[in-house]
C-alpha cells in the first residue's frame, strides 16, 4: 500500500499497486481517521467503485469527497503504470 494523500480532518489515503484479477484491473484504497474510540476506516475497489469495508462515522458528505479523491486516484495509478512500461 502506498500513502496518497490526507484530508483536513487526518483521513488517510492508501492504495495498492495497479492488480489484475483475470482480465480485470483494479485499485483498492483505504480510507482511515484516528478517533476517540479507535478508527473510522473504509475500503473501495476501483474502478467498480465498490466499497467493501465500512465501519465507524464517516458522513455522506466525507463519502461523497472520498468517491471524487478515487477517481483521479485510478487516473493517477493506471498512469503510473504506464509510464512503468516505457
Known sequence: ?????TFEDGTEVIHSDLITDGD????IVHFERPTAEGFDSARCELPSCSWTDWEGHFTQSEKRAFEE????????VRIKK????T
Open 1 to 5: 500500500m502506498y500513502p496518497y494523500m
Open 24 to 27: 480485470i484491473e483494479k485499485v
Open 69 to 76: 479523491c478515487l477517481s483521479k486516484l485510478f487516473r493517477l
Open 82 to 85: 504506464l509510464n512503468a512500461m
